[in-house]
């Protein structure tokens, strides 16, 4: 499995911005799909952004736009960088490392961002 530590989250102004990095531990990352997930008070964990090995991504539409994922191949560690913070950006943020064919699921411990209005 791969072992994952989230970093950078806090206090942040409506408007404002914030980079998350996970560094991950094994040499799965590389070939791995890595994805930032976030789950609010109340409600399901839902994807936020996500990038392949091969570097494609893909967002939900509440933050195209505003934030850009991004991944260090070289350090194992993926970021995620959120411009125009919204306060309904507030939630845990989880790391995500998956490999199908590996069968690696493995996920962070979080970090909570929080946007102040």
């Known amino acids: 499995q791969v072992q994952l530590v989230e970093s950078g989250g806090g206090l942040v102004q409506a408007g404002g911005s914030l980079r998350l990095s996970c560094a991950a531990s094994?040499?799965?990352?590389?070939?791995?799909?890595m994805g930032w997930y976030r789950q609010a008070p109340g409600k399901q964990r839902e994807l936020v952004a996500a990038?392949?090995?091969?570097?494609?991504?893909n967002y939900a539409d509440s933050v195209k736009g505003r934030f850009t994922i991004s991944r260090d191949n070289a350090k194992n560690t993926v970021y995620l960088q959120m411009n125009s913070l919204k306060p309904e950006d507030t939630a845990v943020y989880y790391c995500?490392?998956?490999?199908?064919?590996?069968?690696?699921?493995?996920w962070g411990q979080g970090t909570q961002v929080t946007v102040s209005s």
């Open positions: 990038i392949t090995s091969g570097g494609t991504t």
């Open positions: 995500n490392c998956n490999n199908r064919i590996w069968k690696i699921d493995s």
């Open positions: 094994g040499s799965a990352f590389e070939i791995s799909t």
